[in-house]
């Protein structure tokens, strides 16, 4: 028969904190602890890093250190389905519900031909 003692012990869980610092070579994030060399987790091929005084998700591994799963942000105008990638300067593109992409304010319709192209921005 074999005996198994089980430790008590604490578990963390992940926890919101706010960007002090974002560099090339590492995150300054403040949260219930202070991080200083977070690494961000992206889906492959998308990468970036976030804004000071963004507020973030930060999850602690096992091995105690802590990892940033993404960037808190409201869906704004977006509809069930649609992706919106945007930059700290304002430029977006948004995968709509219709098929449409739209970059900029140009809107290209699912043949890939521009249908309208405006200054107004509509990206949620």
Request: charged share 20%.
């Amino acid at each position: 028969m074999v005996n198994r003692f089980w430790e008590k012990q604490s578990e963390e869980f992940a926890s919101f904190g706010t960007v002090l610092r974002s560099e090339k070579n590492g995150l300054g994030i403040s949260s219930q602890v202070d991080v200083q060399a977070a690494q961000a987790v992206h889906p492959y091929g998308i990468y970036s890093l976030p804004c000071e005084q963004d507020e973030v998700l930060m999850l602690p591994t096992q091995d105690g250190k802590y990892v940033l799963l993404g960037v808190t942000r409201q869906a704004g105008e977006l509809e069930s389905g649609e992706i919106l990638i945007q930059a700290k300067s304002g430029a977006y593109l948004k995968l709509r519900s219709d098929g449409c992409a739209e970059l900029n304010g140009m809107v290209i319709d699912p043949s890939g031909v521009a249908v309208t192209l405006g200054k107004e921005r509509n990206n949620g």
